[in-house]
């Protein structure tokens, strides 16, 4: 693939040679349109950086439809969830702000936004944007998990900024089990369910068809939560477009897959080499292209910035990437929850027709809370940079530049706050700092370092740990943490 930069310098070329790229560099670098595009942001739930063919042509699932989105557009290569688990991911993704400003643990008894506060809804509305979700909130409401559905449900995404919501509370393996339309909930859960389990010996307890045991609204099943958020992200498009309205649209579509539980349709079941989780992955992949179409037949691809990602990496062990030679997190070592690469390193994909040259990669180091700063500054009114943690990437999406400066990032996992800075990255002890993978935190053995540092420029695998060879780097890196711990909520 070309670079963005390299690809504008060849119509540079073509303007002053008469070459017959110039066709094609006009219709890649020429707006369709003068108006503020629309922004449709995809998330998957769960989803690894190798489980997408775009990253890993290895990949035992295939996923045609992201990869062509891959192919019109440009694919990042250091891109990051703000967290490696979901809640801290879309606390980032939705405020902006660094989630260890912010207890995301509390999610069950409190609305982890508060009303005042500047999310990626209420920037966009404030710049004359409709804007919709669809899908999956897990940044809880206020009152916390006791929901009374007799009255509208407060602190969600109603109160957030979006003018229209549509999705479930939390994960789908997390009761209770019911859908929520704007501030109201559809059907109060006054079921419920036993829960599912995994087939003993296949996988493991928090793999598989699993879901927890807890309350669920009448005729609420797992199997069609995500058609019907495709349904739901196809309808909105269809009545914007009959409104034949000037005002661009912001959707955010948080799938609640392929995390659990992993139900493919039946006639997903098979089709691919990675077990029902690779059927699940695919369904996904299905759900994307659906939604992609529905842009394309209503008129609506030219104008449109389509972003794709997930929110941190999978559940998938050594023993699962072993039986099906699936590597669902790439060459990255570890998987969701851990400070490892493969924990929050994640799938990042942007098309925008006429902006974003088809066909490119960039090595931009992005993390989620970069998503406000962008979006607004592409509607041409940057948000102040108190509002926000992140940097604007509207120079890469526009294909101004390759690259933006940046102090370095930093990822929440379970138990340890990462930096990085260019190719370094500290983690602050030992282990692998999720919830998952183990040992998750332990003491150094005599002789041995108390933290880690890798060089991802030369050890993508993080298997060198230059923590004592480097102890330069590591009191650079150890400084720029204590000031990100210095930050107040």
Not at 67 to 95: K, N, W
Not at 287 to 293: H, I, M, P, Q, S
Not at 334 to 347: F, I, L, N, T
Not at 370 to 390: H, N, V, W
Request: aromatic share 10%; proline share 7%.
């Amino acid at each position: 693939m070309l670079s963005a930069s390299f690809y504008r310098h060849l119509c540079i070329l073509a303007l002053f040679s008469g070459l017959s790229l110039l066709t094609a560099c006009s219709t890649e670098e020429t707006s369709s349109s003068d108006k503020d595009p629309n922004i449709l942001f995809i998330l998957a739930d769960d989803m690894g950086y190798g489980d997408v063919g775009a990253y890993n042509p290895d990949a035992k699932i295939p996923t045609p439809n992201i990869d062509r989105l891959s192919e019109q557009g440009m694919r990042f290569t250091d891109a990051h969830a703000s967290g490696a688990v979901c809640i801290p991911a879309r606390y980032g993704l939705v405020t902006g702000r660094h989630p260890h400003r912010e207890e995301t643990s509390e999610w069950r008894e409190r609305a982890l936004t508060g009303s005042s506060q500047t999310t990626i809804a209420t920037s966009l509305r404030d710049r004359g944007y409709q804007t919709y979700m669809v899908g999956k909130w897990h940044l809880g409401f206020e009152g916390g998990t006791d929901y009374d559905c007799s009255d509208p449900l407060q602190g969600g995404p109603a109160d957030r900024g979006f003018t229209h919501y549509f999705g479930i509370p939390a994960s789908l393996d997390q009761p209770p089990y019911f859908y929520i339309r704007n501030n109201r909930c559809v059907s109060a859960p006054t079921d419920t369910t036993t829960g599912n389990q995994s087939e003993a010996g296949y996988w493991t307890d928090i793999q598989g068809p699993f879901w927890r045991a807890g309350d669920k609204a009448p005729g609420f099943e797992h199997e069609e939560v995500l058609p019907r958020f495709a349904q739901e992200t196809v309808s909105y498009l269809e009545s914007y477009k009959e409104d034949q309205t000037d005002q661009p649209f912001f959707m955010y579509m948080a799938l609640a897959a392929p995390h659990t539980p992993w139900l493919p349709d039946d006639s997903l079941q098979g089709k691919t080499g990675a077990g029902s989780y690779g059927d699940f992955v695919r369904q996904v992949d299905v759900t994307v292209g659906r939604v992609l179409k529905a842009l394309d037949r209503l008129g609506m691809r030219e104008n449109t910035l389509v972003v794709f990602s997930s929110d941190n990496g999978p559940v998938w062990y050594g023993e699962d990437e072993e039986r099906f030679g699936h590597q669902a997190t790439g060459q990255y070592r570890g998987m969701k929850s851990d400070a490892w690469e493969g924990g929050h390193r994640v799938p990042f994909i942007a098309r925008w027709p006429g902006q974003i040259p088809a066909g490119t990669t960039n090595e931009q180091l992005l993390t989620f809370t970069d998503m406000p700063a962008t979006f607004a500054d592409i509607s041409g009114k940057p948000l102040p940079s108190d509002s926000t943690d992140g940097r604007s990437l509207r120079p890469i999406f526009m294909a101004d530049r390759d690259s933006v400066a940046r102090n370095g990032a930093v990822i929440q996992s379970t138990y340890y706050l990462a930096v990085r800075d260019g190719p370094w990255k500290l983690i602050p002890g030992l282990g692998s700092g999720g919830f998952i993978t183990e040992p998750n935190t332990r003491e150094p053995e005599p002789g041995e370092p108390e933290g880690q540092l890798y060089h991802l420029g030369r050890d993508p695998g993080e298997q060198n740990n230059l923590y004592s060879e480097r102890p330069e780097v590591v009191e650079r890196l150890r400084d720029q943490l204590r000031q990100y711990r210095k930050q107040q909520p």
